[in-house]
């Protein structure tokens, strides 16, 4: 085969045309800031740092509106020396004692160590937060997840029994037992029947 002028052009056309694509491709990563690269928190949780105190999937369990609610996460002191690390919200403020290189998981706490009292959004938000590393404060915002999926169902706090006025229930067979009341209600008296003339 024999290469005239009019194909070789068409040759250099179509390569140009192919190294612009790839340029164009490629050059997406040149301008465009790379996903995995950026720090993110991949799960319902948020990801935040306080010096070198590291917060990992924060999140708070529960129904929220006043109830209790638990916290879950991770807490890990990067540091090269031990940290009491707080963590105020909810109405309470919840201090650790994380030794150096050390973490705390949420999860694995005893309950009275992560609930606090008072949950007053709505699960779906954000409950306002501050953790502190005993030098440095970061305002968080914790985000609030309810029961509705599982793997949260078996941490969600059990709601707190309010006092009631419901009303004693009396069985139907001593409905009718006269019963001492200690005050004298008095004797009702059969009027004696009328006879006419």
Do not use: H
Not at 28 to 56: H, K, W
Not at 135 to 152: F, K, R, S, W
């Amino acid at each position: 085969m024999r290469f005239t002028p009019k194909n070789r052009a068409q040759r250099a056309a179509a390569a140009g045309v192919i190294a612009l694509a790839v340029l164009g491709v490629s050059s997406c990563s040149a301008v465009n800031e790379q996903a995995t690269v950026r720090e993110y928190s991949p799960s319902d949780g948020i990801v935040e740092n306080v010096g070198d105190v590291e917060l990992r999937n924060i999140l708070m369990v529960s129904n929220g509106d006043g109830e209790e609610g638990r916290l879950l996460g991770t807490v890990v002191n990067a540091s090269s020396e031990d940290v009491e690390f707080s963590l105020a919200s909810g109405g309470t403020t919840l201090t650790w004692n994380i030794e150096a290189g050390d973490k705390v998981v949420f999860e694995d706490a005893a309950a009275a160590e992560v609930t606090v009292p008072n949950v007053d959004v709505k699960p779906g938000t954000g409950l306002r937060g501050d953790a502190s590393n005993g030098t440095e404060t970061v305002e968080v915002n914790i985000p609030v997840v309810d029961g509705t999926l599982a793997d949260y169902r078996e941490y969600l706090p059990t709601p707190s029994a309010a006092p009631s006025d419901v009303a004693t229930m009396v069985p139907s067979d001593e409905a009718g037992a006269e019963q001492d009341t200690g005050v004298d209600t008095g004797v009702a008296e059969t009027p004696a029947p009328v006879q006419s003339n």
